[in-house]
C-alpha cells in the first residue's frame, strides 16, 4: 500500500510559477513510476505529466510541454512538478498517481489515469488573471 499526500498549491497571478511537491509513504518508492494529473471544475481528469521509475524518461502533455518539469527524489520519496508561465486554463485540482512498474519494466511510461493504483487527495492549484 502506498500513501500519497500532494501539497504546494495555491493561488498563483498568469505567469508565475508554482512547484507541486507529493510525498509518499512505503519502502518500494523506487519501484513506482509516478505521474501528474489534473481535474478542472466540469471537465474529466488529464493526464499532464508522467515519470518511470527509472527516473527517464519522462513526458508531457502537449500543455504542459515547455512549462512544467516533473522530477524525483527516491531519497526523500517525493515527486514534483515545477510549473511555469502558468495560464488560466491551468487552475485545477492536481492530483499524483503512483504504479508499480511490473511487469512492464522501470523505464515504462504510463499516460492514463486507469494505469494507476495510487492517488492523493489532490492539490488547488488556481491561476488568476
Known amino acids: 500500500q502506498v500513501h500519497l499526500v500532494e501539497s504546494g498549491g495555491g493561488l498563483v497571478q498568469v505567469g508565475g510559477s508554482l512547484r507541486l511537491s507529493c510525498a509518499a509513504s512505503?519502502?518500494?518508492?523506487?519501484?513506482?513510476?509516478l505521474g501528474w494529473f489534473r481535474q478542472a471544475p466540469g471537465k474529466e481528469r488529464e493526464f499532464v505529466a508522467g515519470?518511470?521509475?527509472?527516473?527517464?524518461?519522462?513526458h508531457y502533455a502537449d500543455s504542459a510541454k515547455d512549462r512544467f518539469t516533473i522530477s524525483r527524489d527516491n531519497a526523500k520519496n517525493t515527486v514534483h512538478l515545477q510549473m511555469n508561465s502558468l495560464k488560466a486554463e491551468d487552475t485545477a485540482v492536481y492530483y499524483c498517481?503512483?504504479?508499480?512498474?511490473?511487469?512492464?519494466?522501470?523505464?515504462?511510461?504510463?499516460?492514463?489515469?486507469?494505469?494507476?493504483?495510487?492517488w492523493g487527495q489532490g492539490t488547488q492549484v488556481t491561476v488568476s488573471s
Open positions: 498517481a503512483a504504479r508499480d512498474h511490473k511487469p512492464y519494466g522501470p523505464s515504462s511510461l504510463f499516460l492514463t489515469d486507469h494505469e494507476y493504483t495510487y
Open positions: 512505503g519502502r518500494t518508492f523506487s519501484s513506482y513510476a
Open positions: 515519470i518511470t521509475a527509472s527516473g527517464s524518461p519522462s
